[in-house]
């Protein structure tokens, strides 16, 4: 089979989705046992089904195939979403950018890069989609709650600059300095995020004011394989659509050009999964409150328990260096 035969399948495969909870824990437990490429491809396909075509199933397809996979319950109550609705026409305009992302070297794509890329897939979302991917987020906990706190200020470095060494905030301020780091990841006002339908107005200024603070709190390392892990703990905290195109595209990927990586790749998201689905709610969070306690009493006080990471933080970093 040709490598355009093989899109051309794995597109009708994203398409059709799947709403059968058994099978895809099924497919869980395959790729555990032995993770082929064909199963692969499938659970690629079932996560940019979610992303960009059904966001309602989403939840319900992360936790079946976690479940297959860890070979344990999620120990969470199942998001309430809306699971009868039919996904939505996925456009050329997608499979075109998307494929065009994964033909890049792997070299040529930088962090940034990346992440403005799968921004701008993610930004491929109909309108009436971006409708139904607000509706799926609002069934999460917590969100409804958060949601009604407004349109989120600004964190300012000058106030985390007051915050008494060894806290929460004096740290996250450390994390932003030190690295170079922006307060937020991308600029809210220039990706036009004030303009998005509500909810997913605040969800995505919210996420972008706090993804490096749930680095601290989580326990997730500002590192490659970290990254990835975060995402799949923020898309099990709130729905978040950019990180499901992430994952989406990182398994589709893995599943076309190294599929050997599955394992490594399943274990991480799989399990940051699972801890974002335990995890109290964080988005309703007035971190404002809690800038000057140390990071283990505001893990307490949440009832956070830090992600327990299955392979060192730094993979790939060390393997770059061995290289």
Known sequence: ??????????????????????????????????????????????????????????????????????????????????????????????????????????????????????????????????????????????????VAQGYPKHFTLEALARCPDGSLGAEFHAQIVDNGFDLEVLDRQALGVDKMPPPLDYLNARILQCHDLWHIVGGYRTTAL???????????????????MFLGMVMTRIAFERPEGGPLMLETILTAWAHGRRTPPLLPVPWEAVWDQPVDAVRQRLGVTPYVSPFPADLFEQLSVAA
């Open 226 to 244: 970290h990254e990835v892990a975060i995402s799949a703990f923020q898309l099990a905290q709130f729905g978040h659509h950019y990180s499901a």
């Open 1 to 146: 089979m040709s490598d355009e035969q093989e899109r051309v399948g794995f597109e009708a495969l994203a398409q059709a989705g799947a709403d059968d909870d058994g099978a895809a824990r099924g497919l869980g437990a395959r790729l555990k046992a032995s993770a082929q490429p064909a199963d692969l491809k499938a659970l690629a396909a079932l996560w940019i089904n979610g992303a960009i075509a059904a966001p309602e199933r989403l939840p319900h397809v992360y936790d079946a195939v976690a479940e297959g996979y860890l070979g344990q319950p999620i120990g969470a109550k199942p998001v309430p979403t809306d699971i009868r609705l039919p996904p939505e026409l996925i456009q050329r305009a997608f499979w075109r950018d998307l494929w065009a992302l994964l033909d890049e070297p792997r070299g040529g794509l930088g962090a940034l890069n990346v992440t403005t890329k799968t921004a701008a897939l993610a930004g491929l979302a109909s309108g009436h989609m971006q409708i139904r991917i607000g509706k799926a987020c609002l069934a999460y906990p917590g969100v409804p709650k958060a």
